[in-house]
Structure formats: C-alpha cells, structure tokens
C-alpha cells in the first residue's frame, strides 16, 4: 500500500496545497494541512517548533535550506542571506553538511520575502529537501589540482539537470502569491520525476581522489574524477551507486550503506547516466514503505550487477571498467594558500557550521564575513564538513582581509583557529530547532570535543587528529557513521558511541557501546585509548586501530575498498 506521501504527491503533482492561501492570511503563524506540510519540504521549507519553549507552548518557526552546488556562494549572495537571516531569522547561518545554508527561527510573517530575496539573490530553496534530488556536493578547494575547476562545473551541470520543473515553486515563491487556483497553470507530470517525484530523497556528490572531502560513498549517486595517467586531464568519472547513512534505532531493516562503485563513465555521458539513475530511484524504489524507500535498499535488494545492466539498458551504452582510484583522506584546508592561479583562499573552521556573532565576547563570525565580503571581492565556498572558504583574494587584499577578521575576534592561522579534533568535527543541528532530535549535538559539541581531548591528553595523544562527530539521532545528518568516533542520540543525554570509520571514508564504523550517559563519555572512552596509546602501528589512526583490534574478524584493509562490480 502506498504511504500517504505518495497519496499526497500523486493528488498534487505541482506540490501547491493551500501554501498561497496560508501564506497570505496574515493571522495564520503556520501550516496546519500535512500536504501543505510535506510540499513545503521539496520548497526547501520546514516547519519547526523551538522545541526549548515547547512547556509552555509552541512557537512556530521555519528552517529555510538554500542549493549550493558544489558550495558555491557568490558574495552578493552571502550578503544578501546574511542581511535575511538579520532581519527574518536567527541571526544565524548555518553551513550544512551537505554544502548548504540554512537560515534558522524564520517566523511566517518573514517567510515568503526570505525566500524571494534568496531568489532575487540568483539562488534557489527550490528541491533543498524533498523526495528528489538534493544539492549536489563537490570538493569546494579552489584549484588545487588541475581537475578541481571541472569537477565543479561537472557538478553544476548536473544539478541544473536533476532539477524538477512541474512543481508550483516560482508561482508561489518567485512570482507572487496567487490565490486564485483557477488561473494557476494545470499540473503537469515533471518531464524527469513523472507525477510522483521519487520515493524518497536522492543525493549526489563528486570527489576528486585521494581527497574524498565530500564522503563519496555515502550518496546516493556518486562521481569519482579520473585523470588520464598520460595527461593529468580530467578523462571520466568511476560511478558510485546506492550510499546512504539513516537508520532507525531497533530497526534491523534500515542501515548505513557505502555506496557500490560499478562502472567508468566519460564527462560527456555525465547528465544522462545521472539522470538515469535517479530514474532508477523513481521506478524501483519502495514506495510503499518510507524506511525502506532509499535507492540503497534497491541496490541491496537486486545487487551492483543487475543496477549496472539496468542503467545500460536505458542508457543504451555500456559502462567502461572501474579505473583504479583511492581514497585515503578528507578535510578541508585551513589559513591562507595559493590557488593555481596565483591567487589566494582563506580555509575558516565554523563549530558545528554555525556562522554567528558570539554575545559573550567571542568571534562575531556572521559579521566579520559581511564586513570582508561587504570590501573585498571574493567568492564563498561551504565544505561538506561544516566549514568555509574565501577563494579567489588578490594578493593586495589577503592583508587587508586578515585585519578584518581579527577584529571580529576570528583567527586565521589553523592551530589558532582549533584543534585538529574540531577542525575536523561535525555536528548536526538536534535541539532546540530538529523535531526529530532524541539528544542535543551542535549545542554538546565542543563539550563533548573538550572531553574527547581530555582523555586522548591522559594518554599522551594530545595532539591526535581523531575524526568525531555527534547526531542527536540516528538519521545521521552529521555522517556519524563515517567517523573514527561517533555518537548517536538515543535519548536526552544518552548515546550510541560508533567507532572505527577511517579517514578514507570508505569503511563504516560499528557500535562499541549502546547506552553512554554523556557525563560517562570519558569512562567509556578510556579502555578503548589507552589501549590505542600502547597498542597502535606506527602511524596508524585512531579509526584503523578499533576496525583492526575491535574487531579482528574483520579484515580491515580488505574492507577499506569496495568491490567493483
Ligand atoms: Fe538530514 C532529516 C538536517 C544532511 C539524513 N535532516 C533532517 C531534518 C530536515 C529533520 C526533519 O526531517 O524534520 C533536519 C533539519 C534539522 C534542523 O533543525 O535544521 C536535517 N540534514 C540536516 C543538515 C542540516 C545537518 C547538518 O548538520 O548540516 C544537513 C542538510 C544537508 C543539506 O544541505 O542538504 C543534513 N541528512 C543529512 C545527511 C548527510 C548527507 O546527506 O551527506 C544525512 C545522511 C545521509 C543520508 O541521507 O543517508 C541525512 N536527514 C537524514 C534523514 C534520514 C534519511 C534516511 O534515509 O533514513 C532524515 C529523516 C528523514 O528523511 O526522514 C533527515
Ligand atoms: Fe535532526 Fe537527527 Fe538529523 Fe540531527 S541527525 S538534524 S537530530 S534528524
């Protein structure tokens, strides 16, 4: 039986509802009908309440999530946002872990000028969140290999190919509110979606090996850059299908999966075999169960073998062999470096990608940005672990840029900035504003970092790079399942501790202990890093040595790779 999503989408293919009648009763504070609630969601919208205020009652709010791919911000856009989330939102930007921005605490009464100043801005909310294809990620260094400019422009392209078109987005948001529904145009079935856009979400990312800054294999769709041996020339991509982390607490059915990498492809046959894919995704996925609904489970379901001959048999062409590729690291870069092109960009770590002005005297980030951007030209860029870039300064303005941000109280030396650990760190967002949240995160995070170095200090590891990060659920918003420590809500204050991911991102982690009180983190921690302390390889990481001594049944490096189909 189909769920009542799919009885929704297929009554409203335009995915209107009665958003323009809500939105222009000016005594309404928020949506009430679940359709208007659900295609909010492909309009990059969610309602949300401050869940901190919810004893006394609910305060109705927005997250609004912008399209940024490959997590490029133009600086008139980020002054342009920055000026919105001032006077409709928080106060906030946050840098998401999927390359995007989302404003926080938007009320209804400003929803309808943030999203059409976001529009007027050149950018889009239009299928951030949804049953479709989300922001596509790219690696967002500026040119530091000669692949990286048409990486990015790759993964331009085939985000303005995924975009649905059928739905009532530009009508409500772009041109107006209309009320009369008689003259809006009738519904169409989108010409790549069909009239029930796809069972459930849909992503998309491009790495560039050895750096897998995006975690490639936890989309989706993904594409991995090969150069030519001979020439160093971008000459096609390794294709990766069926990634995806969410899971469910006591849901044996729904697990993280690494993504399967089954065939080469050339830059040229990029757009169809994306766009085949996702209808791959629309066709075959479980439409009548929302937990079992991502393209991962057809591909757990039907195997690596029988996708590849079903994406040849509507491509029409056959895939090339999967060339070697490696992933062995990920991060971004911090402080001032050069570009290929002699110019320079600035890598900035945001705690957990909020962008804000701290009240009590530390960085006034949100303002140090508008106040470069708002003097020198330069472009942003998001990075899929939270953080950010300046890229494409002049040599004449990197001075000048630097004194801005002291000003404001924000570093730009890298050791200054943070600690390996945080630089490295992610949280996702859980309390006050997740409906989902089962545990706090963005707001734990740099206590439960601070207690993390504690005991990685007790042990002489203080200056050990360990790649941690915390949901407040196991969705896995902040990719937990792709750290060498993660933590998972599982209640208020209660956690799941996941160990042994490694760098490359291309082995998952495992549950090391189910039920860990957050004021027990330390005790939990302790057996597992001393012994690492004692134990360890030369060299070896933190992530390796739990996937190697925790658990020896399994073959650690075997596992590293994932098998070509
Ligand atoms: Fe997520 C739902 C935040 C990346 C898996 N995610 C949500 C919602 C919208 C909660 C909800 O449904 O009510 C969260 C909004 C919280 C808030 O207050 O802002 C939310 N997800 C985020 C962000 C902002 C987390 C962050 O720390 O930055 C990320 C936005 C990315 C973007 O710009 O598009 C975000 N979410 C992810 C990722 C990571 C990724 O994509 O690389 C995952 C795991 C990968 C995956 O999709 O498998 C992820 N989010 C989920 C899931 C579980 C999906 C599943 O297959 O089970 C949900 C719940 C759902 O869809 O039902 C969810
Ligand atoms: Fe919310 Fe869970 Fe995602 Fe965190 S991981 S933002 S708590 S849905």
Same mark, same amino acid.
């Given at each position: 039986?189909?769920?009542?999503?799919?009885?929704?989408?297929?009554?409203?293919?335009?995915?209107?509802?009665?958003?323009?009648?809500?939105?222009?009763?000016?005594?309404?504070?928020?949506?009430?009908?679940?359709?208007?609630?659900?295609?909010?969601?492909?309009?990059?919208?969610?309602?949300?309440?401050?869940?901190?205020?919810?004893?006394?009652?609910?305060?109705?709010?927005?997250?609004?999530?912008?399209?940024?791919?490959?997590?490029?911000?133009?600086?008139?856009?980020?002054?342009?946002?920055?000026?919105?989330?001032?006077?409709?939102?928080?106060?906030?930007?946050?840098?998401?872990?999927?390359?995007?921005?989302?404003?926080?605490?938007?009320?209804?009464?400003?929803?309808?000028?943030?999203?059409?100043?976001?529009?007027?801005?050149?950018?889009?909310?239009?299928?951030?969140?949804?049953?479709?294809?989300?922001?596509?990620?790219?690696?967002?260094?500026?040119?530091?290999?000669?692949?990286?400019?048409?990486?990015?422009?790759?993964?331009?392209?085939?985000?303005?190919?995924?975009?649905?078109?059928?739905?009532?987005?530009?009508?409500?948001?772009?041109?107006?509110?209309?009320?009369?529904?008689?003259?809006?145009?009738?519904?169409?079935?989108?010409?790549?979606?069909?009239?029930?856009?796809?069972?459930?979400?849909?992503?998309?990312?491009?790495?560039?090996?050895?750096?897998?800054?995006?975690?490639?294999?936890?989309?989706?769709?993904?594409?991995?850059?090969?150069?030519?041996?001979?020439?160093?020339?971008?000459?096609?991509?390794?294709?990766?299908?069926?990634?995806?982390?969410?899971?469910?607490?006591?849901?044996?059915?729904?697990?993280?999966?690494?993504?399967?990498?089954?065939?080469?492809?050339?830059?040229?046959?990029?757009?169809?075999?994306?766009?085949?894919?996702?209808?791959?995704?629309?066709?075959?996925?479980?439409?009548?169960?929302?937990?079992?609904?991502?393209?991962?489970?057809?591909?757990?379901?039907?195997?690596?073998?029988?996708?590849?001959?079903?994406?040849?048999?509507?491509?029409?062409?056959?895939?090339?062999?999967?060339?070697?590729?490696?992933?062995?690291?990920?991060?971004?870069?911090?402080?001032?470096?050069?570009?290929?092109?002699?110019?320079?960009? &600035?890598?900035?770590?945001?705690?957990?990608?909020?962008?804000?002005?701290?009240?009590?005297?530390?960085?006034?980030?949100?303002?140090? &940005?508008?106040?470069?951007?708002?003097?020198?030209?330069?472009?942003?860029?998001?990075?899929?672990?939270?953080?950010?870039?300046?890229?494409?300064?002049?040599?004449?303005?990197?001075?000048?840029?630097?004194?801005?941000?002291?000003?404001?109280?924000?570093?730009?030396?890298?050791?200054?900035?943070?600690?390996?650990?945080?630089?490295?760190?992610?949280?996702?967002?859980?309390?006050?504003?997740?409906?989902?949240?089962?545990?706090?995160?963005?707001?734990?995070?740099?206590?439960?970092?601070?207690?993390?170095?504690?005991?990685?200090?007790?042990?002489?590891?203080?200056?050990?790079?360990?790649?941690?990060?915390?949901?407040?659920?196991?969705?896995?918003?902040?990719?937990?399942?792709?750290?060498?420590?993660?933590?998972?809500?599982?209640?208020?204050?209660?956690?799941?501790?996941?160990?042994?991911?490694?760098?490359?991102?291309?082995?998952?982690?495992?549950?090391?202990?189910?039920?860990?009180?957050?004021?027990?983190?330390?005790?939990?921690?302790?057996?597992?890093?001393?012994?690492?302390?004692?134990?360890?390889?030369?060299?070896?990481?933190?992530?390796?040595?739990?996937?190697?001594?925790?658990?020896?049944?399994?073959?650690?490096?075997?596992?590293?790779?994932?098998?070509?189909?």
């Amino acid at each position: 039986m189909a769920v009542s999503n799919e009885i929704l989408k297929a009554a409203d293919p335009a995915l209107r509802g009665s958003i323009p009648e809500v939105l222009a009763d000016a005594g309404a504070n928020r949506f009430e009908e679940e359709a208007d609630l659900q295609f909010l969601k492909f309009h990059g919208i969610y309602q949300q309440d401050d869940r901190d205020l919810r004893r006394t009652a609910k305060h109705w709010q927005f997250m609004v999530r912008t399209r940024q791919p490959g997590g490029r911000v133009p600086r008139e856009q980020f002054l342009a946002y920055a000026r919105l989330a001032r006077r409709w939102g928080n106060e906030t930007l946050r840098v998401t872990s999927r390359q995007g921005f989302q404003f926080h605490g938007v009320l209804k009464a400003g929803l309808a000028t943030t999203i059409r100043e976001i529009n007027a801005a050149l950018a889009t909310t239009l299928a951030a969140c949804g049953d479709v294809a989300r922001n596509v990620m790219a690696p967002p260094t500026p040119a530091t290999t000669s692949l990286a400019s048409e990486v990015q422009a790759d993964a331009a392209l085939l985000s303005d190919a995924l975009l649905p078109l059928g739905t009532s987005y530009h009508d409500i948001w772009v041109e107006g509110v209309k009320l009369d529904l008689a003259d809006a145009p009738p519904a169409k079935p989108d010409p790549l979606y069909g009239a029930t856009y796809l069972p459930r979400k849909f992503k998309t990312a491009f790495a560039i090996p050895p750096n897998n800054d995006t975690d490639l294999l936890s989309n989706c769709l993904g594409f991995i850059a090969i150069a030519d041996p001979a020439t160093g020339e971008l000459a096609g991509y390794n294709l990766a299908v069926g990634g995806g982390l969410g899971r469910a607490h006591g849901n044996q059915q729904t697990f993280p999966r690494l993504a399967d990498v089954i065939g080469f492809l050339s830059r040229g046959q990029l757009v169809e075999v994306g766009r085949a894919v996702l209808q791959i995704h629309r066709d075959w996925g479980d439409r009548t169960n929302r937990k079992h609904a991502r393209l991962k489970y057809v591909l757990e379901d039907h195997g690596p073998a029988w996708f590849r001959a079903e994406l040849e048999r509507r491509v029409g062409f056959t895939l090339g062999e999967v060339r070697p590729w490696e992933f062995d690291r990920q991060g971004d870069a911090f402080g001032w470096h050069r570009q290929q092109d002699g110019r320079w960009f &600035l890598g900035l770590h945001v705690t957990a990608g909020r962008v804000r002005d701290d009240a009590d005297g530390g960085p006034r980030f949100l303002a140090a &940005l508008e106040a470069v951007l708002g003097a020198h030209p330069a472009e942003m860029r998001l990075t899929a672990s939270q953080n950010l870039l300046l890229a494409d300064v002049a040599d004449a303005d990197v001075e000048s840029i630097t004194t801005i941000l002291a000003a404001h109280g924000v570093a730009v030396d890298p050791a200054a900035q943070a600690s390996g650990v945080r630089r490295l760190s992610m949280a996702c967002p859980a309390l006050p504003t997740c409906g989902l949240a089962l545990a706090e995160s963005e707001r734990w995070l740099p206590q439960a970092l601070g207690v993390i170095e504690g005991v990685l200090g007790e042990y002489g590891l203080g200056g050990e790079d360990v790649v941690v990060r915390i949901t407040g659920c196991p969705n896995g918003c902040a990719r937990p399942y792709l750290a060498e420590i993660g933590l998972v809500g599982k209640a208020p204050n209660r956690y799941q501790l996941w160990l042994g991911a490694n760098f490359g991102g291309t082995r998952l982690n495992r549950v090391w202990l189910d039920n860990v009180r957050g004021e027990d983190l330390p005790a939990a921690l302790r057996p597992v890093v001393q012994r690492f302390a004692f134990e360890r390889r030369p060299a070896e990481r933190f992530g390796d040595w739990c996937a190697r001594v925790l658990w020896p049944e399994q073959d650690a490096t075997a596992a590293a790779l994932p098998a070509a189909a």
